[in-house]
């Protein structure tokens, strides 16, 4: 509980993270997003219930922007190294959106 309550005031653009009551946090970690742009660095969190991705935020302290809110019961994963020969990745489906994320 703790940690949702550090997240809520670290994530802009997440209103009410903490608002399930059986929400879990579970990790958090760094990853190479790939876009039209290129790779991207993004913050990812994951918890029970949903994936959720972000950006540094500008400011002077630790923040971090919302990208993108994965719910899991929608998501589907699958290692990607073979098809698109990129080492250490996974594409991650949901109902409108994909993603291919990179260690």
């Known amino acids: ?15 009410n993270l903490s608002i399930q009551h059986d929400r879990q946090f579970i990790r958090e970690g760094c990853l190479q997003k790939l876009s ?13 219930d949903v994936l959720l991705y972000c950006a540094r935020s500008s400011s002077p302290i630790l923040q971090f922007k919302l990208h993108g809110e994965l719910p ?16 250490n990745s996974i594409s991650i489906y ?3 959106r994909s993603l291919l994320v990179a260690a």
Do not use: C, N
């Open 1 to 15: 509980r703790q940690k949702l309550i550090e997240l809520q005031r670290d994530l802009i653009g997440v209103d």
């Open 36 to 48: 039209r742009k290129g790779y991207q660095q993004r913050m990812f969190f994951l918890f029970s």
């Open 72 to 87: 899991l019961k929608l998501m589907t994963v699958e290692d990607s190294d073979e098809r698109t020969k990129i080492p």
């Open 94 to 96: 949901t109902g409108t």
